[in-house]
């Protein structure tokens, strides 16, 4: 079954670089679909990061674009997160999910369990 | 800067039917921009339940069900079970030449 983990730090300085990778399962990222990242902050809503298809494509989201980096290894069957210049406002639950783009139907069907980033000296 | 706007919070009785409004700040929804629901839990993930307005996953039980009402995307609950409490949020694609998507601020659904 399709299957996403999210793996990386739970604690980052602030000022320095969130990284996190999704490793995925139960499908190839080269079959067409993107990966997604999300994040929400505690007891808040959920935030749209960005997506990236397996060409490589990427859309952002606008509010996070000067700072995100999306990338994917399809050899690995994975995809990454890369937020520069962090600060406690980036404290969030991280979610990876399969984004299918409009092309096949739209929907963001699958996600990672989540991984908390704590943002702290 | 798009806002997607959602009731913040709602209550059902057991039983009842509820419908969740999405509106987008920069007009009317309509189906280009492919509204998602989802439900989520306290302590899980988001769980996928419409996209693309009406169109349910595979796991979205029958009494959940999408639409377009008055300019807005809207998730009906028909039969309302206790099993339903959870948080619910939208999302809509925004085209053009920077694609992205937005989710609503989401609606805290409490059946009692």
């Known amino acids: 079954q399709v299957q996403l983990q999210e793996s990386g730090p739970g604690l980052v300085k602030p000022s320095e670089t969130l990284s996190l990778t999704c490793a995925v399962s139960?499908?190839?990222?080269?079959?067409?679909?993107?990966g997604g990242w999300i994040r929400q902050p505690p007891g808040k809503g959920l935030e749209w990061i960005g997506s990236i298809y397996h060409s490589g494509s990427t859309y952002y989201n606008p509010s996070l674009r000067s700072r995100v980096t999306i990338s994917v290894d399809t050899s690995k069957n994975q995809f990454s997160l890369k937020l520069t210049s962090v600060t406690a406002a980036d404290t969030a639950v991280y979610y990876c999910?399969?984004?299918?783009?409009?092309?096949?139907?739209?929907?963001?069907?699958?996600w990672g369990q989540g991984a908390l980033v704590t943002v702290s000296s | 800067q798009t806002v997607v706007t959602q009731e913040p919070s709602l209550t059902v009785s057991p039983g009842g039917t509820v419908t969740l409004t999405c509106a987008s700040s920069t007009g009317a929804v309509t189906s280009d921009y492919y509204p998602n629901w989802f439900q989520q839990k306290p302590g899980q993930a988001p769980r996928a339940l419409i996209y693309s307005t009406s169109n349910k996953q595979s796991w979205t039980p029958a009494r959940f069900s999408g639409s377009l009402l008055g300019g807005k995307a809207a998730l009906t609950l028909s039969g309302v079970q206790p099993e339903d409490e959870a948080d619910y949020y939208c999302?809509?694609?925004?085209?053009?030449?920077?694609?992205?998507?937005?989710f609503g601020g989401g609606t805290k659904l409490t059946v009692l």
């Open positions: 999302l809509l694609h925004y085209g053009g030449a920077q694609p992205h998507l937005v």
């Open positions: 999910a399969r984004d299918t783009g409009i092309t096949l139907g739209g929907t963001i069907d699958y």
């Open positions: 139960g499908y190839s990222i080269s079959n067409g679909y993107y």
